[in-house]
């Protein structure tokens, strides 16, 4: 496969191709998810639930993050590997700078910082640097303690024209690709429609430009609970490689998620 780049995503959108993303930690996943056709890996701050066992996303550590993105890398050197910036690193933008060149001198392509308008002048100076920035806005699992529980988002029709203005100034600060996650189907269509730039969902509808879940949730591991967005593919194809081409033959055809994994 050719590598992946900003430009062959955006294609990907303006051809009405859905993008496909996983989160991945490792060498074995990411090339397994990479070989299926897998276009976007995320070293998600999830790794902080799911490989560490904590309640939330705010214990990880950028060196956290840059250790599972030179695995990610190693495993799969095609593809278009995402670093999550982690909780507080990047309260500022010398702490963004400083946070963020680990992680790509660990070989990921871009980084993602949960936010709106306070991020705006810190995307633009990144993106000047040679950082390529994703946005992520609606559940930001960073600021559950600030929600009040990891609750969807933009219910109400202020708080969801809120969140389509965060988008449209993400995308004029310089974000070159956008998450939202769990918001109504209809706002996340509204925002896909309006943005140039491609936007991942997760727990976002089907109307998005393409769809991300955390690995362990679409092979049903995880422990505690999944969540209403995510499916187990496992469970329906039982067999890890025909559970990752279920899920990219679904979202390519627009079949997940369905209403059921959805919010109104
Ligand atoms: O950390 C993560 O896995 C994420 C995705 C759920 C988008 O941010
Ligand atoms: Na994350």
């Known amino acids: 496969m050719a590598k992946i780049t900003t430009s062959a995503l955006l294609k990907l959108k303006q051809q009405g191709e859905k993008i496909t993303a996983l989160t991945a930690y490792d060498a074995s996943f990411a090339k397994l998810f990479a070989d299926a056709g897998v276009e976007v890996l995320l070293i998600g701050d999830s790794l902080g639930m799911v490989l560490q066992g904590h309640p939330d996303t705010l214990p990880v550590s950028t060196a956290e993050i840059a250790y599972h993105t030179r695995c990610v890398r190693a495993g799969a050197p095609q ?75 933009g219910r109400d029709s202020a708080a969801a024209d809120h969140i389509l203005q965060q988008a449209i100034e993400l995308e004029q600060a310089g974000a070159q690709l956008l998450v939202v996650e769990c ?67 679904d979202v390519k055809q627009s079949a997940f998620p369905g209403a059921e994994h959805s919010f109104n």
Do not use: W
Request: contains cysteine; hydrophobic residues 45%; charged residues 15%.
């Open 183 to 249: 918001i109504p189907s209809a706002l996340a269509k509204r925002i896909s429609e309006a943005l140039r730039i491609p936007v991942i969902g997760i727990g976002a509808g089907v109307d998005t430009d393409g769809q991300i879940l955390v690995m362990h949730d679409l092979l049903g591991i995880s422990s505690g609970y999944i969540p209403k967005f995510s499916k187990n593919f496992l469970q329906e194809t039982g067999d890890i490689k025909r559970a990752i081409s279920q899920y990219i033959s």
């Open 79 to 153: 593809a278009f590997v995402i670093a999550d910036m982690p909780f507080m690193s990047y309260a500022t933008m010398e702490q963004a700078f400083a946070n963020a060149t680990p992680l790509m001198q660990a070989g990921a392509n871009m980084v993602k910082l949960e936010g709106g308008e306070f991020l705006l002048p810190t995307i633009k100076a990144l993106t000047e640097r040679g950082v390529p920035v994703c946005g992520h806005i609606g559940l930001t699992p960073q600021s559950v303690h600030v929600f009040g529980g990891f609750k969807v988002q």
